[in-house]
């Protein structure tokens, strides 16, 4: 079990859930926070969690965050500068990786350099640069733990089994969604309201709206390919409504085994924090005799193209993920800005994966280009069409 915890993107979902589960975790303490500018938010979690250091985006929110918890042994910073700090603080044993996009790269290369326990809820890291984080990970020794129920469910089907030619595939479940079983007619008319009524989860924005239009599930067989170190073959998805099995391994002897709990994301965090130990958790117990009939089915790529886009990326390697992703940050803003439309969304990344040139066997700097390209071609595309 870790000691002391840094957590990048405390005032989100997931470091929310997770200041509540090490609030239960007895001995453990909490090194640094970082949040974008919520302010209040992490005033109050600074008062109950006293972390040596509290991160902003913005001197702005920086100076606001001072000036409320003004008396309290914290130190504030703002900006990459301190992200950097608080993913490398010295006291911290584990960082949870809980910012959204792009931003996370740099922190969790950070933390992996300063021989970090990694506990991943930024899928973008590894869907953009999963390579030479893996690399690095591998070179620092450092164990990099899933958050996202999906990984970690197949990382707790694959305890124990060290031989990676046991694998004959992985399969992620996908709930669907508010829209499944839509036309793709009645997907024009939808709109962000309807788009952030996930079935099951109680998530960001960004990520909700990545789960209506299924690239969600496509970040995440590119990020189960780099953590698991495996060929886009071997990583399937099914649909799966009730959210209760988490994922599948299936074995060459033809053995499948799942992991099901629950849909709380508190389960998957917690195993992150006390691996390899077990402890008890806030969680209701799954209780088989009253969670129904559990159903499975294929997921519908014509209708949600984002999901066969992200495969696609996935088989053409170099920095098409890079660009699909950037892309992709930048039109769901858009759209949760009420700017452009859902199917929007798909053309815009599609178009981006098009038009920016793809560089294979990328260093760090071809990345963050192709990133900066990807949305830049999105805002540019905006302005003319608008």
């Not at 709380?264 to 917690?270: A, F, G, Y």
Request: charged fraction near 25%; charge should be negative; glycine fraction near 8%.
């Amino acid at each position: 079990m870790v000691k002391c915890v840094s957590i990048l993107g405390s005032t989100g979902s997931i470091g929310r859930q997770s200041l509540d589960i090490i609030s239960r975790l007895e001995g453990v303490k909490v090194a640094a926070l970082t949040a974008g500018t919520s302010v209040e938010r992490m005033a109050q979690q600074c008062r109950e969690f006293l972390p040596e250091l509290a991160v902003m985006a913005t001197k702005e929110a920086a100076d606001a965050l001072a000036d409320s918890i003004s008396g309290l042994p914290v130190r504030i910073a703002w900006g990459e500068p301190g992200l950097l700090e608080a993913a490398a603080i010295e006291s911290a044993d584990c960082v949870i990786t809980a910012v959204v996009g792009m931003v996370g790269l740099k922190p969790t290369l950070a933390a992996i350099r300063a021989g970090k326990r990694i506990g991943l809820a930024n899928k973008e890291t590894l869907v953009c640069a999963g390579e030479l984080v893996m690399a690095e990970a591998e070179r620092y020794g450092v164990e990099i733990i899933p958050v996202d129920s999906e990984h970690s469910a197949i990382f707790q089907c694959l305890m124990g089994c060290e031989n990676p030619r046991q694998i004959k595939r992985l399969i992620l479940t996908c709930s669907g969604g508010p829209f499944f079983g839509m036309s793709r007619e009645e997907l024009r008319g939808v709109t962000k309201s309807d788009a952030l009524k996930h079935p099951n989860w109680k998530m960001g924005a960004k990520i909700t709206i990545d789960c209506a239009t299924l690239m969600n599930k496509g970040l995440e067989v590119i990020e189960a390919m780099r953590l698991y170190r495996l060929p886009l073959e071997q990583v399937d998805v099914v649909i799966h409504r009730q959210s209760i099995a988490h994922s599948f391994v299936e074995f060459v002897d033809g053995a499948v085994m799942a992991q099901l709990g629950a849909p709380d994301m508190r389960l998957p965090i917690q195993l992150a924090l006390t691996y390899p130990e077990r402890v008890a958790c806030p969680v209701e117990p799954l209780d088989l005799t009253k969670c129904g009939a559990l159903t499975f089915c294929e997921p519908d790529m014509n209708n949600f193209p984002c999901l066969a886009l992200a495969r696609r990326c996935a088989k053409i390697g170099g920095t098409a993920c890079a660009v699909m992703n950037g892309a992709n940050e930048e039109a769901v803003a858009l759209f949760l800005d009420d700017k452009i439309g859902f199917y929007d969304i798909y053309e815009l990344v599609a178009g981006a994966v098009e038009a920016v040139s793809n560089v294979m066997d990328p260093t760090l700097e071809d990345i963050l280009e192709a990133d900066r390209q990807a949305r830049q071609f999105v805002r540019d595309r905006y302005l003319r069409v608008r």
